[in-house]
């Protein structure tokens, strides 16, 4: 298919954007880039969010990993809704009573200046490579299927996908992303849906003799018993728990969508919804990847992995087939990528530069600040977009999940000795323990076949950073005294 009349078609999809965030952005302001004004509707913040959680890593990585693990992937969906209950109502409670622009803000007022520092930044290097790891996957796609054909670059095409997220999120921030969301979760489903189809009626198939067929060839597996493996169920499931409290809960990204609801209610129904629509949608790109397998093992097609989708879709589909993968493809990038840089914005501007402490910065001059570092964090992006391009991983989930697990523990640890203990910490001494914590996990990581050759360590990784970190919090801690901890006062 022509790579001119894809790339003709990312162009009108990204003016479709700019339309978008033209009316919604129209007089706003600081309020509305960080927090949407707190006038959000739930209904779409629990339909953008899915785009937001799935990204393109998704859309390609979990359909090509079920050559190998079957539907072993659905066991951390499992545990993602243990995550979203947790959640709604013990996060969600605490952050509205706080009123809270950046959720790290909590971690001031229960340990700490110096503790508040150190969440946020684990945030801005967590988010940034996650961020960054899935566009580079996306942009890759893009590049191999339409820019490489017409002689550009790969650091231009980063460079072009990263202008137009600008371009859309640079004035209103949250309240456009709110919107934008929206339409790229349409579309990327509807992609899905469709491609679905397609090769159900290529193959012959329905559902239940799709599902029978993907039987047949081992890959309906969901439960894996052997404990001493990565997949093992009780592994995987409490991985998908903590995963979802950490990466959405302890997460300035998604919890500024969701406090950007006006009221609990309405962010906590925004939640449950979510999580009930995102559990079926992980369904049913766990049995595309079924029919994907099929239909390569039928066709003789030998790509595996995260480049299964794309060569079947643009190479062995109809043209029509290949256009609403790119749609979908696109759809799937631009949420993961324009959320991350407005979110990593918001929390350097709030908890790094401290911009609502400032009283001598007018509106003027918080709005300048805050676009500079807009500016800088798309820089950014399009420096480890070219780090991950030099390095080359394979699986692009399986790198995402590792990053998380050593940049998200210590914000695991931070938190939930907040709301489990009253015990008050030396401030200055926690950087050195959620430093710590991670090098240590990297060491076992990286010895545990020497170390426990029976045993093989997976995402529970995360887990156990954040027990460490806890672990650490305990030894500097002492005994304080707290008339109201903030987690009861927060259910009330």
Known sequence: MSPTLLFSLVIGYFLLLLVVAWF????SNNDSFFIGNRNSSWILVAFGMIGTSLSGVTFVSVPGAVGKEGFAYFQIALGYIIGYLTIAYVLLPLYYRLNVTSIYNYLQQRLGFVSYKAGASFFVLSRTLGATARLYLVVNILQEAILERLGVPFWVTTLIILLM?????????????VWTDTLQTTCMLAGLVICTIYILNQLGLDLGSGIAAMGEKGYTQIFFTDPG??????????????????MTGMDQEMMQKNI??????DSQKNMITFSAVLTVVLLLFLFLGGLLHLFASAQGVAATGDKLFPVVALE????????VFIIALISALFPSADGAITALTSSFCIDLLGIKRRGDWDEKKQKRVRQTVHLVFAFIFLLFVMLFKWVNSG?????ILKVAAYTYGPLLGLFTFGLVTKRAVKDRLVPVICIAAPIICFVLDFFQKRLFPHFEIGSELLILNGLLVFIGL????HKAEVSKPLLAEASL
């Open 165 to 177: 997220i600008l371009l859309y999120t640079f004035e209103g921030g949250v309240k456009t992303i």
């Open 229 to 246: 493996s990565k997949l093992f169920f009780v592994k995987q499931i409490l991985a998908g728990a903590f995963i979802t409290i950490t």
């Open 260 to 265: 950007s609801v006006k009221t609990l209610r």
């Open 395 to 399: 699986s692009m989930i399986g790198v």
């Open 24 to 27: 919604t952005g129209r007089k």
């Open 474 to 477: 305990l030894l500097i801690s």
């Open 316 to 323: 062995h589909m109809p043209p029509f087939i290949a256009i």
